[in-house]
């Protein structure tokens, strides 16, 4: 029950960025910032499936997304600044 919340607090979390990015997208007219917001959405969707993946797999395969997980935080991180 609590780790089915949990999937469904971190899905949600994890869209409200994708969207919020979508939106920024969608309104951005400089050619710099939009190729930058697409890095950064493509980004965004990459964690968002490793957090999914993450709560889905099972004890043997967690390492190994974790790892992926935080390879993905960081080109996401690194991303935002690019925006900014």
Avoid: W
């Avoid at 968002?48 to 790892?67: E, F, Q, T, V, W």
């Amino acid at each position: 029950m609590a780790r089915e919340h949990a999937k469904e607090v971190t899905r949600g979390v994890d869209s409200k960025k994708v969207t919020a990015i979508e939106a920024k997208l969608a309104a951005a007219k400089h050619p710099k910032r939009i190729a930058a917001l697409k890095v950064q959405y493509a980004a965004a969707q990459r964690v968002a499936k490793l957090r999914a993946k993450l709560h889905d797999a099972p004890p043997a395969k967690k390492a190994a997304i974790k790892a992926k997980l935080a390879v993905a935080k960081a080109a996401l991180k690194s991303a935002t600044k690019s925006v900014r």
